[in-house]
T-cell receptor, first 110, second 116 residues
């Protein structure tokens, strides 16, 4: 079945550091891939998505590229801010099935 | 429309009691999903509706759980005879599916359930 494996946290970075959160997936079909973010006290928000191989999703300085050959969708940001502190979830959807990773908590210190 | 809303935001109940949660999706969305999220984990799919039809249910959805979407708009999730293991955040999401595939889902703030 479909599954998502996400880099374990927590991750603590200083402001302006480079961020990578790894995500790999297993799927029988050709899923769409997503990153969702959950800020403290709020619901999940879509951060970015990619629907086919080699697509790059980007938003708010975050990027992730759909890599079919490595079944990965790693999240990157060149310079994190304190306001990026949140929990990040990688997810995949394939027709009627949506699976989430366990989440990675990011804390950015000034 | 300001997004998906859920009510209540928090619920504390005693073991054995019944609870019901409500979700109001984004108005033009035809799909509505329920998930459960426990501490330190990602959301786990429970069930989803396309309009008023319940199309899929996870094996996580025991016979104590029932969900409805009677008019294809809001939905309710009822848990009967609650157990301590039911304590979790219950999330609702909605999407607009025009092609039959899995479109982007928009999440509500969740209902946090604590069973004592």
């Amino acid at each position: 079945g479909n599954s998502v494996t996400q880099m374990e946290g927590p991750v603590t970075l200083s402001e302006e550091a480079f961020l990578t959160i790894n995500c790999t997936y297993t799927a029988t079909g050709y899923p769409s891939l997503f990153w969702y973010v959950q800020y403290p006290g709020e619901g999940l928000q879509l951060l970015l998505k990619a629907t086919k191989a080699d697509d790059k999703g980007s938003n708010k300085g975050f990027e992730a590229t759909y890599r079919k050959e490595t079944t990965s969708f790693h999240l990157e940001k060149g310079s994190v801010q304190v306001s990026d502190s949140a929990v990040y979830f990688c997810a995949l959807s394939d027709m009627n099935d949506m699976r989430f990773g366990a989440g990675t908590r990011l804390t950015v210190k000034p | 429309d300001t997004g998906v809303s859920q009510d209540p935001r928090h619920k504390i109940t005693k073991r054995g009691q019944n609870v019901t949660f409500r979700c109001d999706p984004i108005s033009e969305h035809n799909r509505l999903y329920w998930y459960r999220q426990t501490l330190g984990q990602g959301p786990e799919f429970l069930t989803y509706f396309q309009n008023e039809a319940q199309l899929e249910k996870s094996r996580l959805l025991s016979d104590r759980f029932s969900a409805e979407r009677p008019k294809g708009s809001f939905s309710t999730l009822e848990i009967q005879r609650t157990e301590q293991g039911d304590s979790a955040m219950y999330l609702c999401a909605s999407s607009l599916s025009l092609t039959g595939g899995m479109e982007t889902q928009y999440f509500g703030p969740g209902t946090r359930l604590l069973v004592l």
